[in-house]
Nanobody
Framework: QVHLVESGGGLVQAGGSLRLSCAAS????????MAWFRQAPGKEREFVAA?????YYADSVKGRFIISRDNAKNTVYLQMNSLKPEDTAVYYC????????????????WGQGTQVTVSS
């Protein structure tokens, strides 16, 4: 498993930007699939983006969010642009040893989450 620590959440106005970071330790980072999920109050956790050798995005964030990784720093990022109030959620970083997937149960390591709040 991998120890994950997210940072970068906060309060932003609609239309603004935030960048989330997730620092990883443990399993060899370069071979891990990394992903971001989010969970809004009263809703199920949902897939946002994943990165392995390619990147994958949920339709709701495609064109607005960018996932990237710095293997030298064992860190994955989520650049969030054109934020909307419906993006408000706790954002979780996750890691998997296998291929990139949108299924949360395929990820075996999770961070503690970071709150993102978008005001209208």
């Amino acid at each position: 498993q991998v120890h994950l620590v997210e940072s970068g959440g906060g309060l932003v106005q609609a239309g603004g930007s935030l960048r989330l970071s997730c620092a990883a330790s443990g399993r060899t980072f370069i071979r891990s699939t990394m992903a971001w999920f989010r969970q809004a109050p009263g809703k199920e956790r949902e897939f946002v983006a994943a990165i392995s050798s390619r990147t994958y995005y949920a339709d709701s964030v495609k064109g607005r969010f960018i996932i990237s990784r710095d293997n030298a720093k064992n860190t994955v990022y989520l650049q969030m642009n054109s934020l909307k109030p419906e993006d408000t959620a706790v954002y979780y970083c996750a890691s998997a040893a296998g291929l990139a997937t949108s299924k949360s149960y395929e990820y075996d390591s999770w961070g503690q989450g970071t709150q993102v709040t978008v005001s209208s």
